[in-house]
């Protein structure tokens, strides 16, 4: 579900849940790397509470956050939402994405995406399992 950045890792004992999970390469040449689920999000009801669901360890921090435009058929624009630590293995989160959505206009498409910040230029993995978009 996630765009080109991101290889899907199989058969790995390191694996949060199941037999897989995807990983990212943070090359030591790059302070950010950005990512994105490559599905848009259409959510419709204003309404709903909107959560982030995901399972990650991270080399490195990692900032998620929110690319729709303020009005439908404006500009796309990229506004992060929460950045993570760096970690030494899965932690479970859960991310509210109501204020940024609201901050959207409630915009009923939009797209999530993830940054890995490198400010110390390492060579770094980002792991990512059991994402949903939850809507209550």
């Not at 490195?60 to 929110?66: A, E, N």
């Not at 009005?71 to 940024?100: A, F, H, Q, R």
Request: glycine letters at 6%; a negative charge.
């Amino acid at each position: 579900i996630f765009d080109t950045m991101m290889r899907r890792e199989v058969n790995d004992n390191n694996a949060c849940s199941g037999q897989g999970y995807g990983v990212v390469e943070v090359p030591s040449t790059k302070t950010e790397q950005m990512f994105y689920i490559s599905e848009r999000f259409e959510v419709d009801d204003p309404t709903k509470y909107l959560y982030l669901e995901l399972d990650y360890w991270s080399d490195v921090r990692l900032t998620i956050g929110m690319e729709s435009a303020f009005n439908i058929g404006g500009n796309n624009v990229t506004v992060p939402e929460m950045t993570m630590y760096d970690n030494d293995g899965w932690t479970k989160m859960y991310i509210n994405l109501g204020g940024i959505w609201s901050h959207f206009n409630h915009n009923p498409n939009f797209r999530i995406y993830f940054n890995a910040l490198n400010p110390e230029k390492k060579d770094a993995k980002v792991r990512i399992d059991n994402v949903k978009l939850i809507t209550i």
